[in-house]
């Protein structure tokens, strides 16, 4: 797993990557085709945004001990609707440990610069996975 090869549901989605370190990672996507009948960010859509964001954080973490990673928990709480532009994801880590990493993360309308929604994701340190 690496940036360049992130998945169908991640491609659909549109999410790019401005930056990833084990320790920070930035993500954005557009609003603009991930919306819910009401034309706003759909909650679903936010949040794999957050998830994956934090997820590829966290596999550059496992990746130093020749391990992977998988979700474990995501807490989201939306805050305002996404109208439009794109949507920027900012995951700290928490807990950098041998079993789980841990991540806050916002997501931050680029248009207006407010929160739309906010949360924690946790990730499992596992052996490597294959299909």
Known sequence: MDENNIGAAIAKMGITFREITPEHAVGVMPVEGNTQPF??????????????????????????????????????????????????CTADAVHLGRRTAVYRFENVSEDSGKVISTGVMSCAIVEHLEK
């Open 39 to 88: 034309g706003i960010l759909h909650g679903g859509a936010a949040a794999l945004l957050a998830e994956t964001v934090a997820s590829f954080a966290a596999y550059k973490w496992a990746q130093k001990s020749g391990k992977s990673t998988v979700g474990a928990h995501l807490d989201i709480t939306h805050i305002k609707p996404g109208l439009g532009g794109n949507v920027v």
